[in-house]
Protein backbone atom coordinates (compact mmCIF):
# COMPACT_ATOMS: atom_id res chain seq x y z
CA UNK A 1 0.00 0.00 0.00
CA UNK A 2 1.02 3.76 -0.57
CA UNK A 3 1.89 5.80 1.70
CA UNK A 4 1.55 9.40 1.10
CA UNK A 5 -0.66 10.80 -2.30
CA UNK A 6 0.18 14.21 -2.69
CA UNK A 7 0.26 16.03 0.69
CA UNK A 8 -2.10 13.26 2.07
CA UNK A 9 -0.81 10.74 4.39
CA UNK A 10 -2.17 7.30 3.37
CA UNK A 11 -3.41 5.34 6.80
CA UNK A 12 -5.46 2.30 5.42
CA UNK A 13 -7.12 1.12 2.38
CA UNK A 14 -10.79 1.52 2.70
CA UNK A 15 -11.77 -0.92 -0.51
CA UNK A 16 -11.95 -0.72 -4.37
CA UNK A 17 -14.30 1.58 -5.67
CA UNK A 18 -15.66 1.58 -9.36
CA UNK A 19 -12.91 3.71 -11.05
CA UNK A 20 -9.70 2.25 -8.72
CA UNK A 21 -8.79 2.07 -4.60
CA UNK A 22 -10.40 4.06 -2.12
CA UNK A 23 -7.94 4.68 1.23
CA UNK A 24 -8.13 6.82 4.34
CA UNK A 25 -6.05 9.55 5.01
CA UNK A 26 -5.10 12.58 6.91
CA UNK A 27 -4.31 16.12 5.49
CA UNK A 28 -1.45 17.56 7.62
CA UNK A 29 -2.47 21.33 6.59
CA UNK A 30 -5.54 21.21 8.79
CA UNK A 31 -5.39 17.57 10.77
CA UNK A 32 -8.49 16.34 8.80
CA UNK A 33 -9.21 12.90 7.87
CA UNK A 34 -10.29 12.32 4.35
CA UNK A 35 -10.92 9.71 1.99
CA UNK A 36 -9.04 9.72 -1.07
CA UNK A 37 -10.55 7.92 -4.53
CA UNK A 38 -8.00 7.37 -7.04
CA UNK A 39 -7.16 5.96 -10.81
CA UNK A 40 -4.54 4.36 -11.92
CA UNK A 41 -3.48 6.36 -15.14
CA UNK A 42 -0.96 3.66 -16.19
CA UNK A 43 -3.14 2.56 -19.57
CA UNK A 44 -2.92 3.23 -22.78
CA UNK A 45 -2.99 6.12 -24.27
CA UNK A 46 -6.69 6.65 -25.50
CA UNK A 47 -7.95 4.80 -22.54
CA UNK A 48 -5.92 7.23 -19.88
CA UNK A 49 -7.38 10.11 -21.72
CA UNK A 50 -10.80 8.95 -21.26
CA UNK A 51 -10.36 7.21 -17.84
CA UNK A 52 -8.66 10.71 -16.58
CA UNK A 53 -11.11 13.16 -18.32
CA UNK A 54 -14.21 10.93 -16.48
CA UNK A 55 -12.05 11.11 -13.51
CA UNK A 56 -11.73 14.60 -13.64
CA UNK A 57 -15.16 15.23 -14.63
CA UNK A 58 -16.62 13.64 -11.33
CA UNK A 59 -14.40 16.08 -9.52
CA UNK A 60 -15.66 19.05 -11.08
CA UNK A 61 -19.34 18.01 -11.02
CA UNK A 62 -19.47 17.02 -7.41
CA UNK A 63 -17.23 19.59 -6.72
CA UNK A 64 -19.76 22.21 -7.46
CA UNK A 65 -22.27 20.69 -4.82
CA UNK A 66 -22.96 21.79 -1.37
CA UNK A 67 -25.59 19.62 0.35
CA UNK A 68 -26.20 17.60 2.89
CA UNK A 69 -27.19 14.73 0.80
CA UNK A 70 -24.51 14.24 -1.34
CA UNK A 71 -20.76 13.74 -0.16
CA UNK A 72 -18.56 16.66 0.20
CA UNK A 73 -16.06 17.02 -1.97
CA UNK A 74 -12.32 18.70 -1.17
CA UNK A 75 -9.92 18.42 -3.48
CA UNK A 76 -8.47 17.05 -6.34
CA UNK A 77 -4.84 15.79 -7.66
CA UNK A 78 -2.49 13.94 -9.42
CA UNK A 79 0.53 12.23 -8.61
CA UNK A 80 2.77 10.38 -11.52
CA UNK A 81 0.36 8.04 -12.92
CA UNK A 82 -2.34 8.33 -10.16
CA UNK A 83 -4.70 10.72 -9.69
CA UNK A 84 -7.34 11.03 -6.58
CA UNK A 85 -9.62 12.74 -5.11
CA UNK A 86 -10.33 13.87 -1.52
CA UNK A 87 -13.35 13.92 -0.37
CA UNK A 88 -15.45 13.83 3.02
CA UNK A 89 -14.80 10.59 5.25
CA UNK A 90 -18.44 9.12 6.43
CA UNK A 91 -18.89 7.06 9.42
CA UNK A 92 -21.49 4.92 7.65
CA UNK A 93 -22.39 2.14 5.58
CA UNK A 94 -23.24 1.31 2.03
CA UNK A 95 -27.18 0.52 1.36
CA UNK A 96 -26.35 -1.75 -0.25
CA UNK A 97 -24.47 -3.88 2.93
CA UNK A 98 -27.17 -2.28 4.67
CA UNK A 99 -29.71 -4.18 3.57
CA UNK A 100 -28.09 -7.08 2.84
CA UNK A 101 -27.28 -7.19 6.95
CA UNK A 102 -30.57 -6.18 7.88
CA UNK A 103 -32.59 -7.16 5.39
CA UNK A 104 -36.38 -5.70 5.37
CA UNK A 105 -35.91 -2.01 7.11
CA UNK A 106 -39.30 -0.64 8.72
CA UNK A 107 -41.28 0.89 5.57
CA UNK A 108 -41.30 4.27 6.67
CA UNK A 109 -37.46 4.22 7.05
CA UNK A 110 -37.40 3.03 3.74
CA UNK A 111 -39.44 6.07 2.48
CA UNK A 112 -36.71 8.27 4.53
CA UNK A 113 -33.68 7.12 2.95
CA UNK A 114 -35.14 7.26 -0.47
CA UNK A 115 -36.80 10.89 0.38
CA UNK A 116 -33.52 12.13 1.69
CA UNK A 117 -31.80 10.68 -1.76
CA UNK A 118 -34.45 12.34 -3.72
CA UNK A 119 -33.83 15.52 -2.08
CA UNK A 120 -29.54 15.30 -3.37
CA UNK A 121 -30.45 14.03 -6.28
CA UNK A 122 -33.10 17.22 -6.77
CA UNK A 123 -30.00 20.11 -5.57
CA UNK A 124 -27.57 18.01 -8.32
CA UNK A 125 -30.37 18.22 -10.68
CA UNK A 126 -30.91 21.96 -10.39
CA UNK A 127 -27.30 22.36 -11.13
CA UNK A 128 -27.42 20.46 -13.97
CA UNK A 129 -25.55 17.38 -13.40
CA UNK A 130 -27.87 14.16 -13.53
CA UNK A 131 -25.81 10.87 -11.44
CA UNK A 132 -26.63 8.26 -14.34
CA UNK A 133 -26.01 5.95 -11.32
CA UNK A 134 -28.51 6.01 -8.64
CA UNK A 135 -28.10 2.31 -7.08
CA UNK A 136 -27.60 0.98 -2.90
CA UNK A 137 -23.77 0.97 -3.54
CA UNK A 138 -23.74 4.52 -4.38
CA UNK A 139 -25.64 5.28 -1.25
CA UNK A 140 -23.87 5.89 1.96
CA UNK A 141 -25.99 5.92 5.60
CA UNK A 142 -24.18 7.59 8.14
CA UNK A 143 -25.05 8.69 11.86
CA UNK A 144 -28.26 9.91 13.31
CA UNK A 145 -29.64 8.08 9.44
CA UNK A 146 -28.62 11.04 7.13
CA UNK A 147 -27.93 9.68 3.84
CA UNK A 148 -25.70 11.00 1.07
CA UNK A 149 -25.43 10.07 -2.37
CA UNK A 150 -21.82 9.43 -3.43
CA UNK A 151 -20.09 9.19 -6.84
CA UNK A 152 -20.24 11.38 -9.49
CA UNK A 153 -18.12 9.62 -11.85
CA UNK A 154 -20.01 9.19 -14.78
CA UNK A 155 -22.33 12.09 -14.06
CA UNK A 156 -23.29 14.08 -16.95
CA UNK A 157 -23.30 18.36 -17.52
CA UNK A 158 -24.51 20.19 -20.36
CA UNK A 159 -21.14 21.71 -19.93
CA UNK A 160 -18.82 18.74 -19.59
CA UNK A 161 -15.87 18.45 -22.28
CA UNK A 162 -16.36 14.45 -22.29
CA UNK A 163 -19.00 13.06 -23.95
CA UNK A 164 -20.19 9.52 -23.85
CA UNK A 165 -19.66 7.74 -27.25
CA UNK A 166 -23.28 7.58 -28.84
CA UNK A 167 -24.81 3.99 -28.08
CA UNK A 168 -22.92 3.15 -24.88
CA UNK A 169 -24.14 2.35 -22.01
CA UNK A 170 -23.29 3.59 -18.56
CA UNK A 171 -24.82 2.44 -15.30
CA UNK A 172 -25.73 -0.81 -13.28
CA UNK A 173 -28.07 -3.16 -15.80
CA UNK A 174 -30.60 -3.80 -12.94
CA UNK A 175 -31.02 0.18 -12.01
CA UNK A 176 -31.11 1.82 -15.43
CA UNK A 177 -33.86 3.21 -16.92
CA UNK A 178 -35.40 2.30 -20.26
CA UNK A 179 -33.59 5.50 -22.02
CA UNK A 180 -30.35 4.47 -20.82
CA UNK A 181 -30.79 0.91 -22.11
CA UNK A 182 -31.90 2.32 -25.45
CA UNK A 183 -28.83 4.44 -25.70
CA UNK A 184 -30.88 8.08 -25.78
CA UNK A 185 -29.57 10.74 -24.54
CA UNK A 186 -31.08 11.20 -20.78
CA UNK A 187 -32.31 13.76 -18.20
CA UNK A 188 -32.73 14.08 -14.59
CA UNK A 189 -35.86 11.72 -14.90
CA UNK A 190 -33.58 8.64 -15.71
CA UNK A 191 -31.80 9.62 -11.90
CA UNK A 192 -35.92 9.23 -11.07
CA UNK A 193 -36.39 5.74 -12.37
CA UNK A 194 -32.95 4.18 -11.00
CA UNK A 195 -34.18 5.31 -7.38
CA UNK A 196 -37.86 4.11 -8.17
CA UNK A 197 -35.64 0.85 -9.09
CA UNK A 198 -33.68 1.24 -5.17
CA UNK A 199 -37.08 2.10 -3.62
CA UNK A 200 -38.77 -1.28 -5.10
CA UNK A 201 -36.22 -3.16 -3.73
CA UNK A 202 -35.83 -1.68 -0.58
CA UNK A 203 -39.60 -2.29 0.39
CA UNK A 204 -39.38 -6.06 -1.20
CA UNK A 205 -36.00 -7.13 -1.20
CA UNK A 206 -35.99 -8.13 -4.93
CA UNK A 207 -35.54 -6.25 -8.10
CA UNK A 208 -38.63 -5.17 -10.41
CA UNK A 209 -36.49 -6.58 -13.50
CA UNK A 210 -34.40 -9.38 -13.60
CA UNK A 211 -33.12 -11.49 -16.03
CA UNK A 212 -30.88 -14.48 -17.23
CA UNK A 213 -27.97 -11.87 -18.16
CA UNK A 214 -27.79 -8.58 -18.87
CA UNK A 215 -29.76 -8.52 -22.34
CA UNK A 216 -32.42 -9.94 -20.54
CA UNK A 217 -32.17 -7.19 -17.83
CA UNK A 218 -32.47 -4.93 -20.65
CA UNK A 219 -35.74 -6.60 -22.06
CA UNK A 220 -37.44 -6.62 -19.00
CA UNK A 221 -36.59 -2.97 -18.26
CA UNK A 222 -38.05 -2.06 -21.44
CA UNK A 223 -41.31 -4.70 -21.47
CA UNK A 224 -41.66 -5.82 -17.93
CA UNK A 225 -44.50 -3.92 -15.26
CA UNK A 226 -43.44 -5.23 -12.04
CA UNK A 227 -46.16 -6.56 -9.71
CA UNK A 228 -46.65 -4.00 -6.81
CA UNK A 229 -44.58 -3.44 -3.63
CA UNK A 230 -47.74 -4.43 -0.98
CA UNK A 231 -47.79 -8.09 -3.33
CA UNK A 232 -44.36 -8.85 -1.93
CA UNK A 233 -44.64 -7.14 1.50
CA UNK A 234 -48.06 -6.30 3.38
CA UNK A 235 -47.03 -3.74 4.94
CA UNK A 236 -46.62 -1.47 1.89
CA UNK A 237 -49.25 1.30 2.32
CA UNK A 238 -51.55 1.52 -0.81
CA UNK A 239 -50.34 5.13 -1.62
CA UNK A 240 -47.04 3.43 -1.84
CA UNK A 241 -47.63 1.45 -4.68
CA UNK A 242 -49.06 4.67 -7.02
CA UNK A 243 -45.36 6.46 -5.84
CA UNK A 244 -43.41 3.46 -7.21
CA UNK A 245 -45.53 2.80 -10.06
CA UNK A 246 -45.28 6.58 -11.25
CA UNK A 247 -41.03 6.78 -10.77
CA UNK A 248 -41.04 3.18 -12.73
CA UNK A 249 -43.22 4.56 -15.76
CA UNK A 250 -41.79 3.88 -19.17
CA UNK A 251 -42.74 6.70 -20.70
CA UNK A 252 -41.07 10.05 -19.58
CA UNK A 253 -44.44 12.02 -20.00
CA UNK A 254 -45.61 9.30 -17.23
CA UNK A 255 -42.93 10.11 -14.79
CA UNK A 256 -42.17 12.22 -12.07
CA UNK A 257 -41.05 14.92 -13.91
CA UNK A 258 -38.30 16.82 -11.08
CA UNK A 259 -37.33 14.59 -7.87
CA UNK A 260 -38.00 17.69 -5.94
CA UNK A 261 -41.74 16.27 -6.80
CA UNK A 262 -40.98 12.59 -5.81
CA UNK A 263 -39.31 13.79 -2.55
CA UNK A 264 -42.55 15.66 -1.55
CA UNK A 265 -44.67 12.46 -2.03
CA UNK A 266 -42.45 10.37 -0.30
CA UNK A 267 -42.65 12.61 2.88
CA UNK A 268 -46.04 13.08 2.79
CA UNK A 269 -46.31 9.09 2.52
CA UNK A 270 -43.67 9.02 5.33
CA UNK A 271 -45.52 11.23 7.38
CA UNK A 272 -48.80 9.80 7.47
CA UNK A 273 -47.46 6.42 8.33
CA UNK A 274 -48.19 5.65 11.89
CA UNK A 275 -44.57 5.81 13.87
CA UNK A 276 -43.69 2.30 14.96
CA UNK A 277 -40.55 3.80 16.49
CA UNK A 278 -38.42 0.51 15.29
CA UNK A 279 -35.85 2.17 13.32
CA UNK A 280 -32.58 0.49 12.66
CA UNK A 281 -29.26 1.95 13.30
CA UNK A 282 -28.05 1.19 9.56
CA UNK A 283 -25.04 3.24 10.21
CA UNK A 284 -23.00 -0.23 11.73
CA UNK A 285 -23.21 -3.75 11.30
CA UNK A 286 -25.70 -5.87 13.28
CA UNK A 287 -24.37 -6.68 16.97
CA UNK A 288 -21.71 -9.36 16.96
CA UNK A 289 -20.84 -8.37 13.26
CA UNK A 290 -23.05 -11.15 12.21
CA UNK A 291 -24.36 -11.08 8.45
CA UNK A 292 -28.71 -11.75 9.11
CA UNK A 293 -30.67 -13.64 6.31
CA UNK A 294 -32.83 -10.74 4.92
CA UNK A 295 -36.77 -10.85 6.36
CA UNK A 296 -37.70 -11.01 3.12
CA UNK A 297 -36.99 -14.51 2.46
CA UNK A 298 -40.00 -15.66 4.43
CA UNK A 299 -41.75 -13.51 1.57
CA UNK A 300 -40.15 -13.76 -1.42
CA UNK A 301 -37.97 -16.96 -1.06
CA UNK A 302 -35.45 -14.89 -2.46
CA UNK A 303 -31.82 -14.41 -0.55
CA UNK A 304 -30.06 -10.94 -0.13
CA UNK A 305 -27.77 -9.82 -3.41
CA UNK A 306 -24.72 -8.66 -3.08
CA UNK A 307 -22.66 -5.74 -5.60
CA UNK A 308 -21.17 -8.64 -7.67
CA UNK A 309 -24.75 -10.70 -7.75
CA UNK A 310 -25.82 -7.78 -9.90
CA UNK A 311 -24.08 -9.03 -13.01
CA UNK A 312 -24.54 -12.60 -12.18
CA UNK A 313 -27.37 -14.51 -14.33
CA UNK A 314 -31.26 -14.72 -11.96
CA UNK A 315 -33.23 -17.24 -13.07
CA UNK A 316 -36.83 -16.49 -13.90
CA UNK A 317 -39.88 -17.82 -14.76
CA UNK A 318 -42.52 -17.69 -17.30
CA UNK A 319 -40.55 -16.12 -20.02
CA UNK A 320 -39.15 -18.45 -22.31
CA UNK A 321 -35.64 -17.70 -23.65
CA UNK A 322 -36.94 -16.98 -27.31
CA UNK A 323 -39.06 -14.04 -25.93
CA UNK A 324 -36.31 -12.96 -23.59
CA UNK A 325 -33.29 -12.10 -25.48
CA UNK A 326 -31.86 -9.11 -27.16
CA UNK A 327 -32.75 -10.54 -30.99
CA UNK A 328 -36.73 -10.55 -29.03
CA UNK A 329 -35.99 -6.87 -27.92
CA UNK A 330 -34.70 -5.63 -31.46
CA UNK A 331 -37.89 -7.06 -32.65
CA UNK A 332 -39.87 -5.14 -30.77
CA UNK A 333 -38.14 -2.39 -31.50
CA UNK A 334 -38.55 -2.49 -34.66
CA UNK A 335 -42.14 -3.01 -34.58
CA UNK A 336 -42.87 0.08 -31.99
CA UNK A 337 -39.59 2.45 -32.51
CA UNK A 338 -38.65 4.99 -34.84
CA UNK A 339 -35.80 4.13 -37.02
CA UNK A 340 -33.14 6.08 -34.80
CA UNK A 341 -34.24 4.38 -31.80
CA UNK A 342 -34.01 1.11 -33.85
CA UNK A 343 -30.10 2.61 -34.96
CA UNK A 344 -29.18 3.46 -31.18
CA UNK A 345 -30.32 -0.48 -29.81
CA UNK A 346 -29.01 -2.32 -32.28
CA UNK A 347 -25.43 -0.77 -31.87
CA UNK A 348 -26.21 -1.07 -27.93
CA UNK A 349 -26.97 -4.63 -27.89
CA UNK A 350 -24.60 -5.78 -31.01
CA UNK A 351 -27.12 -6.99 -32.37
CA UNK A 352 -28.40 -6.94 -36.31
CA UNK A 353 -30.78 -4.16 -37.00
CA UNK A 354 -33.90 -5.22 -38.20
CA UNK A 355 -37.06 -3.62 -40.36
CA UNK A 356 -40.64 -3.85 -39.09
CA UNK A 357 -41.30 -5.42 -42.49
CA UNK A 358 -38.99 -7.93 -41.48
CA UNK A 359 -40.57 -8.52 -38.28
CA UNK A 360 -44.19 -8.27 -38.89
CA UNK A 361 -45.86 -11.44 -40.30
CA UNK A 362 -46.53 -11.91 -43.83
CA UNK A 363 -50.22 -10.18 -44.67
CA UNK A 364 -53.21 -12.22 -45.30
CA UNK A 365 -55.07 -12.74 -48.59
CA UNK A 366 -58.87 -11.84 -47.66
CA UNK A 367 -59.48 -10.11 -44.56
CA UNK A 368 -60.66 -12.57 -41.40
CA UNK A 369 -59.64 -15.69 -43.47
CA UNK A 370 -56.28 -17.24 -42.20
CA UNK A 371 -53.12 -17.59 -44.61
CA UNK A 372 -52.36 -21.05 -45.25
CA UNK A 373 -49.17 -21.94 -43.33
CA UNK A 374 -45.87 -22.32 -45.03
CA UNK A 375 -44.98 -26.18 -45.93
CA UNK A 376 -42.00 -24.92 -43.12
CA UNK A 377 -44.84 -23.71 -40.65
CA UNK A 378 -47.31 -26.76 -41.62
CA UNK A 379 -47.26 -29.47 -38.34
CA UNK A 380 -45.82 -33.07 -39.56
CA UNK A 381 -48.96 -34.90 -37.97
CA UNK A 382 -50.26 -38.08 -39.53
CA UNK A 383 -53.67 -37.97 -40.25
CA UNK A 384 -56.14 -40.16 -38.09
CA UNK A 385 -56.89 -43.54 -38.78
CA UNK A 386 -60.69 -43.76 -40.04
CA UNK A 387 -63.13 -44.58 -37.58
CA UNK A 388 -65.56 -47.45 -37.87
CA UNK A 389 -68.92 -45.37 -39.08
CA UNK A 390 -71.26 -46.18 -36.02
CA UNK A 391 -75.29 -45.21 -36.71
CA UNK A 392 -76.83 -42.26 -35.11
CA UNK A 393 -79.63 -43.17 -32.94
CA UNK A 394 -82.38 -41.01 -34.03
CA UNK A 395 -82.03 -43.68 -37.20
CA UNK A 396 -82.47 -46.61 -35.11
CA UNK A 397 -86.29 -46.76 -35.66
CA UNK A 398 -86.72 -46.43 -39.07
CA UNK A 399 -83.54 -49.27 -39.34
CA UNK A 400 -86.14 -51.28 -36.80
CA UNK A 401 -89.37 -51.26 -38.99
CA UNK A 402 -87.48 -52.07 -42.03
CA UNK A 403 -85.98 -54.52 -40.92
CA UNK A 404 -89.73 -56.07 -39.30
CA UNK A 405 -91.19 -55.18 -42.89
CA UNK A 406 -88.30 -57.37 -44.39
CA UNK A 407 -88.75 -60.53 -42.10
CA UNK A 408 -92.27 -60.30 -43.07
CA UNK A 409 -91.78 -60.42 -46.54
CA UNK A 410 -89.44 -63.19 -46.05
CA UNK A 411 -91.89 -65.22 -44.24
CA UNK A 412 -94.81 -65.05 -46.89
CA UNK A 413 -92.26 -66.37 -49.50
CA UNK A 414 -91.44 -69.45 -47.28
CA UNK A 415 -95.18 -70.09 -47.13
Do not use: W
Not at 208 to 226: C, K
Not at 247 to 266: C, G, N, P, S, T
Amino acid sequence: MISQLGRYEILEELGQGAMGVVYKARDPLIDRIVAIKTINLGLALDEKEEYEGRFYQEAKAAGRLSHPNIVTIYDVGKSGDVAYIAMEFLQGRELRDVLNDHGLLPVDQVLDIAYQVAQGLAYAHEHEIVHRDVKPSNIMVVRDGLVKVTDFGIARMASSAVHTQTGMVLGSPKYMSPEQVMGKAIDQRSDIFSLGVMLYEMLTGQAPFTGENVNAIMYQTLNSVPVSPSMLNRGVPEMVNFIVAKALAKKLEDRYQHAKEFAVDLRACRDAMPRTGQQVDVSKPPPGGERKLPDVVAITGRRHVTEEDELKPVTTTGVSLVFDSSAATMRLAALTATSEDVDELSRTLKVPRQNADEVRPPAQAVRGTPAAPSVAARPSVRPAPPQPTVPHRRNLPLLLIALLVLLVIVAILVR
